[in-house]
């Protein structure tokens, strides 16, 4: 198998990763020949995989235009994956160019090409750790010189809390980094759900199966498992709603039911 130019020495381009399947899944061209395989093998059973990761991002999109409506500049994005269109920094600059954003990824491809958008941007770092040691995050020299953890902070969560088991105790990790951030910071969030599913749960359970054979099984957890990372939090409205059901841009933004395959929510410290 041949290896891009863009793909750093060392990184294992024969076995599939959720972020390069993630940047498949939105069009995107730092993905192998293994990672796009195992993507289609999960469209077989959710062909909507394209329309949920697309509802995902627009979620994220304007969780950070809401944040900054807010006040909040500092944004730290756990899980980030590999950079494409409307990225953190850029709907958060954009909304004010003094806003600071740090990305965390354990993908050595994310990591490298995120280094490569971010030259020259003053405002934004990039820190290769994961979400399963939060001391390496809150630790790193990124978070260090970007962020000040005395005020409010975004912490996003998106479309990563379903890649980490209950054995790596994610509520633990989640709730130390909460516990790090001033009161007024905002935990922004989506995580798969068989809950409101538009398929049979032994069809969606196939693509569960293609994800179990990964790095990063995929854990399907219900809306009462997933409002515990709030705990803690006091809930902005809608609450913890379907993607598209998040403060939409329009009504009715999207009505392809495959959108709607998991949940999003945002809560704000006290």
């Not at 899944?25 to 990672?35: A, C, I, P, R």
């Not at 990039?126 to 902070?153: C, N, W």
């Not at 088991?165 to 910071?185: K, T």
């Not at 969030?189 to 990964?214: C, F, M, R, S």
Request: glycine letters at 10%; hydrophobic letters at 40%; charged letters at 20%.
């Amino acid at each position: 198998m041949d290896r891009p130019s863009w793909a750093p020495q060392g990184v294992d381009i024969s076995t599939p990763s959720v972020s390069r399947m993630y940047d498949f899944y939105l069009g995107g061209s730092h993905n192998f020949e293994v990672d796009r395989e195992a993507a289609r093998k999960a469209m077989e059973f959710l062909p909507g995989m394209p329309k949920i990761m697309q509802a995902n991002r627009a979620f994220m999109r304007r969780a950070v235009r809401f944040a900054a409506s807010e006040g909040i500049t500092q944004f730290l994005d756990i899980g980030s994956g590999i950079p494409t269109f409307g990225n953190v920094h850029e709907v958060a600059q954009g909304e004010n160019p003094d806003a600071r954003v740090v990305y965390v990824d354990h993908d050595p491809v994310a990591v490298a090409h995120s280094e490569v958008v971010l030259e020259g941007n003053a405002g934004a770092g990039i820190v290769a750790a994961d979400l399963r040691k939060p001391e390496d995050i809150l630790g790193s020299s990124a978070v260090a010189s970007h962020l000040d953890l005395e005020r409010p902070v975004a912490l996003l969560l998106v479309a990563l809390l379903h890649f980490v088991e209950d054995a790596d105790d994610p509520y633990g990790a989640v709730s130390e980094l909460g516990a790090a951030l001033a009161p007024g910071s905002l935990i922004v969030l989506t995580h798969a759900a068989y809950d409101g599913i538009p398929l049979p749960e032994q069809q969606a359970g196939g693509a569960v199966g293609v994800y179990k054979n990964i790095r990063n099984p995929l854990i399907m957890r219900s809306h009462d498992e997933i409002a515990r990372f709030f705990e803690g939090y006091e809930m902005v409205e809608p609450g913890l709603v379907s993607m598209p059901e998040w403060r939409p841009d329009t009504p009715h933004e999207d009505e392809d039911p495959y959108a709607f395959s998991g949940f999003a929510g945002v809560g704000r410290k006290a």
